[in-house]
C-alpha cells in the first residue's frame, strides 16, 4: 500500500531516483540528459540526493508519463535502491501524480513542486514570501483530492467529514480563503512597489532591467555596475526580489536599473503569474540586458529558454542586449575574441547589441554601459552583427 501521501514542497533530505522523457513529437530542443543534470542540481538544491536517473524515449506523451513497462521497472528500481522519492523532470497532473504514487509505493514529486521547494528556501523578503505561498497554495489546490485518498480508502466516517460536506470541500474552502488572502497582500506590496517607482523615477527615467538564467551572474553584474551589496552566490536562484538603484551613464544622465529573478528551463507558469509583482521592473523595462553565461556547455539553450520566457510573459519585443558574461572562464583577458562557435549558437538576430563581460573581473563594465546609453537613446540604431567580435 502506498505510505501517505503528501504534497509538501517544504524541505526534504531522501534517496530520489530522477525520471525524465523524450517525446519525439514534441521535439524539445533541451538535451534530456542536459535536462536531468539540471533537475539533479535542483534535488540537490531542496536537499534531496539523487541517486540514479532513468529515461526513456517516446513517440508521443503517455498518460502515466512513462509506458507500462517502464513503471514496472521503476518501481522495482525503488525497492532495490531503498529511495523515498521519485523525482519527474516535468509537471504531473494530480492523477499522473496519484497513479504513479500508488504504483511505485514511495513519494512522487514533479518538477515544479522541486522548484518551488527551492524557491520557498530562498526566500526571505515579505514579498517573496508571499509570492511562493500563492505559488504553493495554487499548486496545492488541484491536489487536494489525492491528498486526501489514504482517508477514503480507509472509507471515510469520523474525522473525515464535516456536517455536510466531506473533507475535501471544507480543505478545499480553507485553500481558497488563504489563497485570496494572499493575493489580497500581493496587491498591497505591489502598490507601495508601484509609488516607490514613481518616487524613484519621477515617472520617466528609463528603466533598465537585467534578465537572465538563474546563476549568469545577474547579480555579480548589478552589484559592479551600481556598486551594491546584492547576494551573488553559487547556486541556483540566488535572487528572488528585485532591487532597483539609480545607475549614472557615461553623459550624465540617469537611469534604473533592476536586478530580477532568474529564469530555469520549464519555469512553472503558476509560479511566473506569482512573481508577476517581482517582475514588474522586467516588464516595464525600456530596455533588457540579457545576461548569458558562456561558460556554461548550456548557454545557447539557456538563452533559449529565457528569449521564449520573456516572450510568453508579453515582453518578447522589448529591445535586448545579449551580455555574455563570465569571459574570464573562457578568456585569458578581455582582448581575446570570443570564440564565434559560442556565438553562432546563440540567435544574435533578437539582440539590438553584443557586450562582453566579466562580472567579476570588471571586464566591459564601460562597453556595457556606453550600450546601454545608446540604446535608451538611440533604440535599435546599432545592429548585432556590427557588434559581434568587438570586444571589451
Ligand atoms: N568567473 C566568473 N564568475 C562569475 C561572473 N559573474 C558571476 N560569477 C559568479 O557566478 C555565480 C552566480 O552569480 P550571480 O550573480 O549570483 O548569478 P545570478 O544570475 O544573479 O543568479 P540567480 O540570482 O540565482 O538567478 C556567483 O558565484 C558569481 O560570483 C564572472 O564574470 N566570472
Ligand atoms: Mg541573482
Known amino acids: ?117 527551492v524557491f520557498a528556501q530562498r526566500a526571505w523578503s515579505r514579498e517573496g514570501r508571499l509570492q511562493i505561498e500563492l505559488a504553493q497554495t495554487e499548486y496545492l489546490l488541484p491536489r487536494l483530492a489525492g491528498q486526501w485518498s489514504h482517508l477514503e480508502r480507509l472509507g471515510g466516517g469520523v474525522g473525515t467529514r464535516g456536517p455536510g460536506e466531506t473533507q475535501i470541500e471544507t480543505d478545499r474552502r480553507l485553500v481558497r480563503r488563504k489563497l485570496s488572502r494572499v493575493k489580497k497582500e500581493i496587491a498591497q506590496v505591489q502598490s507601495q512597489r508601484d509609488q516607490q517607482r514613481m518616487q524613484r523615477t519621477g515617472g520617466n527615467a528609463k528603466i533598465v532591467s537585467l534578465v537572465g538564467y538563474t546563476n549568469a551572474g545577474k547579480s555579480a553584474l548589478f552589484n559592479k555596475i551600481t556598486s551594491s551589496g546584492v547576494i551573488e552566490r553559487n547556486q541556483l536562484f540566488s535572487t528572488l526580489d528585485t532591487t532597483t538603484r539609480k545607475m549614472w551613464l557615461p553623459s550624465g544622465v540617469s537611469a534604473t536599473i533592476s536586478d530580477t529573478v532568474g529564469f530555469v528551463h520549464k519555469l512553472p507558469p503558476i509560479l511566473v503569474a506569482a512573481f508577476r509583482a517581482t517582475l ?71 539582440f539590438t547589441r553584443v557586450v562582453t563581460t566579466s562580472a567579476t573581473k570588471g571586464w566591459g563594465m564601460s562597453d556595457l554601459r556606453e550600450a546601454i546609453e545608446a540604446e535608451i537613446a538611440e533604440p535599435g540604431v546599432d545592429t548585432s552583427a556590427d557588434m559581434i567580435g568587438q570586444n571589451v
Do not use: C
Not at 49 to 54: A, F, I, K, S, Y
Not at 285 to 298: E, F, H, I, R, T
Open 1 to 117: 500500500m502506498a505510505k501517505k501521501r503528501t504534497h509538501s514542497t517544504g524541505p526534504f533530505r531522501e534517496r530520489a531516483i530522477l525520471v525524465g522523457v523524450n517525446v519525439r513529437s514534441q521535439g524539445d530542443y533541451w538535451a534530456l540528459e542536459d535536462s536531468l543534470a539540471e533537475l539533479s542540481e535542483l534535488a540537490r538544491a531542496a536537499g534531496a540526493n539523487p541517486v540514479e536517473r532513468v529515461t526513456q524515449s517516446m513517440h508521443k506523451p503517455s498518460p502515466t508519463y512513462v509506458g507500462k513497462g517502464k513503471i514496472e521497472e521503476l518501481a522495482h528500481t525503488v525497492k532495490h535502491t531503498e529511495v523515498d522519492t521519485v523525482i519527474f523532470d516535468d509537471e504531473l497532473s494530480p492523477n499522473q501524480q496519484k497513479t504513479l504514487e500508488d504504483k511505485l509505493g514511495v513519494k512522487v514529486i514533479d518538477r515544479t513542486a522541486l522548484i518551488l521547494d
Open 280 to 350: 514588474e521592473e522586467a516588464l516595464e523595462a525600456d530596455l533588457l540586458l540579457q545576461v548569458v553565461d558562456v561558460s556554461s556547455p548550456y548557454a545557447a539553450e539557456q538563452a533559449q529558454v529565457v528569449s521564449d520566457q520573456l516572450a510568453d510573459m508579453g515582453i518578447g519585443d522589448t529591445p535586448k542586449i545579449l551580455v555574455l558574461n563570465k569571459l574570464d572562464l573562457v578568456a585569458s583577458s578581455s582582448d581575446e575574441p570570443l570564440a564565434l562557435s559560442m556565438l553562432e549558437q546563440i540567435d544574435v538576430s533578437q
